[in-house]
């Protein structure tokens, strides 16, 4: 442009720092950044916050932070899209604590967190194993009255099932049926996993009673619940002895379409047979002879 006599102001420095940073051309991006001031043009916030979102993108992130000392000490004030781009670079590369500390100087200088800010601290918290911390989060965003998502709960609740916490995992999965956030069509495979999980995890801890309760929430909102799932219930409810429970699944699992397998079969037969329910026996293994027979036939 200098060649052909035109002078390139802010705008049309900022326009083309904007478009090397997303075509991940960050080094040339800097480098222009330091032709424009050489020109007398000030960069404003948003070039700065093109290069550091850049930076951060390409995980370069003492570069990123460079330029945050760099922007401060011309004056120029960082603004929220700066810090959550920041946050967001640390938080994806295990550094969690430092972009709370970045958060903490966020609020302190009246900066408002948004959605984005929360959920990249809550992602990166889960990532390191730190519940406390994103839970933490997670009451902030709430206090805030910002509406966390299915994929914000479901990272949470996973991370429970992970170290055995599956009341806890139970009550965020109720919390998050309550405030109203049901499945759609892509988040449907999500819920189906997230609830079949801790299902199954309260089975192996022992608390059917709960697990139940999330089985039949299930069913009336229309989710799928897996074979796995009605399996551990099944098996769970005929340790204790309440087939009527037990049995009801099973009816349940078939009315669906779902084959038990041979174990939970075996699992049924045993629970009639120790409470002499001989009768009881004998029709499912009828139906489970009739079932083999189906499978077995000849087209």
Request: hydrophobic residues 35%; proline residues 3%.
């Given at each position: 442009?200098?060649?052909?006599?035109?002078?390139?102001?802010?705008?049309?420095?900022?326009?083309?720092?904007?478009?090397?940073?997303?075509?991940?051309?960050?080094?040339?991006?800097?480098?222009?950044?330091?032709?424009?001031?050489?020109?007398?043009?000030?960069?404003?916030?948003?070039?700065?916050?093109?290069?550091?979102?850049?930076?951060?993108?390409?995980?370069?992130?003492?570069?990123?932070?460079?330029?945050?000392?760099?922007?401060?000490?011309?004056?120029?004030?960082?603004?929220?899209?700066?810090?959550?781009?920041?946050?967001?670079?640390?938080?994806?590369?295990?550094?969690?604590?430092?972009?709370?500390?970045?958060?903490?100087?966020?609020?302190?200088?009246?900066?408002?967190?948004?959605?984005?800010?929360?959920?990249?601290?809550?992602?990166?918290?889960?990532?390191?194993?730190r519940l406390h911390e994103a839970i933490q989060i997670l009451d902030r965003m709430k206090l805030q009255d910002l509406k966390p998502d299915a994929g914000l709960?479901?990272?949470?609740?996973?991370?429970?099932?992970?170290?055995?916490?599956?009341?806890?995992?139970?009550?965020?999965?109720?919390?998050?049926?309550?405030?109203?956030?049901?499945?759609?069509?892509?988040?449907?495979?999500?819920?189906?996993?997230?609830?079949?999980?801790?299902?199954?995890?309260?089975?192996?801890?022992?608390?059917?009673?709960?697990?139940?309760?999330?089985?039949?929430?299930?069913?009336?909102?229309?989710?799928?619940?897996?074979?796995?799932?009605?399996?551990?219930?099944?098996?769970?409810?005929?340790?204790?002895?309440?087939?009527?429970?037990?049995?009801?699944?099973?009816?349940?699992?078939?009315?669906?379409?779902?084959?038990?397998?041979?174990?939970?079969?075996?699992?049924?037969?045993?629970?009639?047979?120790?409470?002499?329910?001989?009768?009881?026996?004998?029709?499912?293994?009828?139906?489970?002879?009739?079932?083999?027979?189906?499978?077995?036939?000849?087209?």
């Open positions: 442009m200098p060649k052909r006599g035109y002078t390139p102001d802010s705008y049309t420095y900022g326009t083309l720092i904007n478009g090397l940073c997303r075509a991940g051309r960050t080094l040339e991006a800097k480098e222009l950044l330091i032709d424009m001031e050489a020109n007398g043009c000030s960069p404003s916030v948003i070039t700065y916050s093109c290069l550091i979102h850049g930076f951060c993108q390409s995980n370069k992130l003492e570069d990123a932070m460079e330029l945050l000392k760099d922007m401060k000490s011309k004056g120029i004030e960082p603004n929220v899209y700066t810090y959550s781009c920041l946050i967001d670079g640390l938080c994806k590369n295990g550094h969690s604590l430092q972009a709370m500390e970045l958060l903490e100087r966020m609020i302190r200088k009246r900066l408002v967190p948004n959605s984005i800010t929360y959920s990249s601290l809550i992602y990166g918290f889960c990532k390191e194993g709960y479901s990272k949470i609740i996973n991370g429970l099932c992970e170290i055995s916490k599956f009341q806890e995992a139970a009550n965020f999965l109720d919390e998050m049926v309550l405030s109203g956030i049901t499945p759609n069509r892509v988040t449907w495979g999500l819920h189906v996993r997230i609830h079949n999980r801790v299902i199954q995890g309260l089975c192996s801890e022992g608390h059917p009673n709960q697990a139940f309760q999330l089985y039949l929430g299930l069913r009336t909102r229309g989710i799928s619940v897996e074979t796995n799932t009605c399996g551990s219930l099944i098996h769970c409810f005929c340790k204790r002895g309440d087939l009527h429970k037990a049995g009801r699944i099973m009816d349940e699992m078939v009315i669906d379409g779902c084959i038990p397998d041979v174990e939970t079969w075996n699992v049924m037969l045993d629970g009639f047979w120790d409470r002499k329910k001989v009768r009881e026996a004998a029709g499912l293994m009828l139906a489970k002879l009739m079932d083999e027979f189906q499978n077995t036939a000849p087209i």
